[in-house]
């Protein structure tokens, strides 16, 4: 969906750009905290920004294999 349109929730289309990342989310529940009393409101924007961050986390099994091995390496010695 990179690059789409998307109706905002205040009824302004405003285009996707990325996913939201964990570091994203700890600037937005920093803003809100700053903003208010300290805390972030339960089930507010900074609260779901972070499930949202989460969501996006590659688990082990989605994460490309690195290989450590170098071209000729695993061939056995005589």
Excluded: L
């Amino acid at each position: 969906m990179k690059g789409q349109q998307q109706q905002g929730a205040h009824g302004t289309a405003q285009e996707t750009k990325s996913p939201m990342t964990p570091e994203a989310a700890a600037r937005v529940q920093a803003a809100d905290a700053k903003a208010g009393s300290g805390g972030v409101e339960a089930g507010g924007f900074a609260a779901r920004a972070q499930a949202a961050a989460a969501k996006n986390i590659p688990t082990p099994a989605q994460q490309q294999p690195q290989q450590s091995q170098q071209p000729g390496s695993g061939k056995q010695q005589q």
